[in-house]
């Protein structure tokens, strides 16, 4: 091994008092690496104490020897952060994972000329690999959508690359600007969109910086709108746009994080983390029995929905008419909403409860409709047209393998639902396929990676952001703007916000 580089793999184990102890000129912790954690001690050039409380790891002391001169006051340990004990460490790779029985921690570092002058850092930020982290979710092929459509802008000519960053200034409306700059998240214009899906999407961004950055330094521009700005030619993030076109980045929608206004009746809540783990049991059940599982669900092809600006849905509904005993698919209307999820909405049935149908039926929208991911996972048979609008992972869906096709206007639905009523091992067969997909593709580790995925490439692809001292006065971290009010905007003449008097 060549002199300049250490390599340490370290085999981490827990005694039965819940204390660590290892010997090493420096050390890397992980606060979800560590759950059982009390105590971390490490002994030789310095002397550590670690505290786990309520989820997180705080520096309680370190104690440098002559050689390390550095000292470091109590703080908390954040996601990914490293101490480090040699002053001449110059690059780091991560990487922590859960194997039967044993937690393990691999560890390279590279270290620099021993004579070079180099500050070293008291605690410095390490980067994830997303290639590592999320490599499972690689292997589904999921994260090949972002190549793809970021491939699209490699050649991004003059104009584009100027007109880009702006963007979101000139439209001022269900948009954002967000920079990563030095591995901390800004957000340079900033305009609301619909109810509250600006506010869960930047939850999911900086929820995935936590667990899977710091991103590259790199700046995407983001809309809100349900895909009304597909026609642009520029690497804009579009939560959908017409199946078989190209332009525009596709991102997890706000539903991805949570979606309060669309919690109906008894329902607690539309966190996608919640219904997540909730629909896991449901696919657990399924699993340990699946004809009896099946056979218990009722024997109707399901849906509610409201009407939306189009016919679509009224001409499906139009059309599976009449049989009143195997289909029961209705109208309902939203009345009253709000991000406290207490909204009157009659006849609406709760997103667990339609697990309870055998066969579902899946409407688009006025452009895409979020729902069809939920009936999915309830592990019935999705009966569905042929999507006019695409999401960043329905490319990975085929018919009649995880759903049953029908005609765009129903006009067949009778029949197909008949053919599978008649063959319930066809039937299982394609819940149980459309389930594992939406597992598969669709937890919060996947979105998150997807998200990781997008500023990685973004890095890469798009014109870079202005270094940290080149930052407008209205630039502000994202942290600041998720607590903005609905009202408020970052635009290039400042922050626009709602003042309210001191009581």
């Given at each position: ?5 250490l ?6 184990a827990l ?40 989820g ?8 440098m020897s002559?050689a390390?001169?550095?000292h470091?006051?109590?703080?908390p ?13 110059n690059?780091?790779?991560l990487?922590?994972s859960?194997?039967p029985g ?9 270290i620099?000329?021993p004579?070079q002058?180099r ?11 997303p ?18 459509d970021f491939g ?14 702006e ?7 269900a948009?954002?600007t ?9 957000v ?5 969109g619909?109810?509250?899906r ?12 936590l ?9 995407i ?5 349900d895909g009304n700005?597909?026609?642009?030619e520029?690497?804009?993030l ?16 706000f539903?991805?994080f949570?979606?309060p206004?669309?919690?109906c009746?008894?329902?607690?809540t539309h ?29 109707k092809?399901f ?12 001409t499906?509904l ?5 049989d009143s ?19 009157s909405a ?11 149908y ?6 688009q ?8 991911k939920y ?19 329905t490319r990975?869906?085929?018919?009649n393998?995880?759903?049953v096709e ?8 009778k029949a197909r ?8 091992r066809?039937a299982l ?7 594992r997909?939406a597992l598969?593709?669709?937890n ?11 500023f ?7 014109p ?8 407008p ?14 009202e ?5 003449d400042?922050?626009r916000s ?5 009581r």
């Open positions: 091994m060549e002199p300049d580089v390599r340490l793999i370290l085999a981490l005694t039965t008092f819940g204390s660590l102890h290892l010997c090493a000129r420096f050390f890397v912790v992980r606060d979800s690496a560590l759950p059982q954690l009390s105590s971390l001690e490490v002994r030789g050039e310095a002397v550590a104490a670690l505290q786990h409380s309520s997180q790891l705080k520096l309680a002391t370190l104690t002559a390390g001169a550095a470091l006051a109590a703080v340990v954040a996601h990914h952060h490293l101490i480090a004990l040699d002053s001449r460490l690059e780091l790779e990487a922590v859960r194997q044993q937690w393990q921690s691999s560890v390279s570092a590279r620099a000329d004579n002058d500050p070293g850092p008291s605690a410095a930020a390490v980067v994830a690999s290639q590592k982290e999320c490599s499972a979710v690689r292997e589904t092929g999921l994260l090949d959508q972002v190549s793809l699209r802008y490699q050649s991004m000519t003059p104009g584009q690359r100027t007109a880009y960053p963007y979101c200034a000139t439209l001022k409306h948009c954002a967000i920079l990563s700059v030095d591995g901390e998240l800004f340079k214009h900033f305009f609301a619909y109810q509250s600006h506010r869960a999407t930047l939850h999911a961004i900086y929820r995935s910086a667990r899977l950055g710091p991103f590259p330094d790199s700046q521009v983001i809309e809100f709108t700005l597909w026609q642009v520029l690497p804009l579009v939560i959908t746009r017409p199946t078989g076109t190209t332009n525009g980045v596709l991102y997890p929608d539903t991805f949570s979606w206004e669309a919690v009746g008894a329902e607690r966190a996608h983390g919640v219904l997540m783990r909730e629909f896991e049991r449901e696919a657990g059940r399924l699993q340990s029995d699946p004809e009896q599982h099946f056979a218990r669900k009722q024997d092809l849906w509610r929905g409201a009407p939306v600006g189009n016919n679509y849905r009224q499906a139009t059309n599976v008419a009449g005993l195997h289909i029961d698919m209705q109208f309902m209307s939203w009345k009253a909403v709000s991000t406290g999820g207490n909204n009659p006849g609406c049935v709760g997103l667990l409860d339609h697990c309870r055998r066969y579902l039926a899946f409407l929208g006025n452009s895409y409709s979020s729902r069809l009936q999915l996972l309830c592990g019935s048979t999705v009966l569905a047209s042929r999507q006019g609008w695409e999401e960043f992972w990975q869906l085929t018919p393998q995880h759903f029908v005609l765009a206007d129903w006009s067949d639905a639902l008949e053919d599978v009523r008649r063959n319930q066809k067969s394609i819940a149980q396929k459309g389930q997909l598969d593709l669709l919060d580790q996947a979105v998150d990676c997807y998200w990781a995925e997008i990685s490439s973004a890095g890469q692809y798009l870079k952001p202005p270094k940290r001292d080149k930052l006065r209205f630039v502000r971290p994202i942290q600041d703007v998720l607590l903005f009010h609905s408020d905007a970052i635009t290039p400042g922050i709602v003042v309210q008097p001191v």
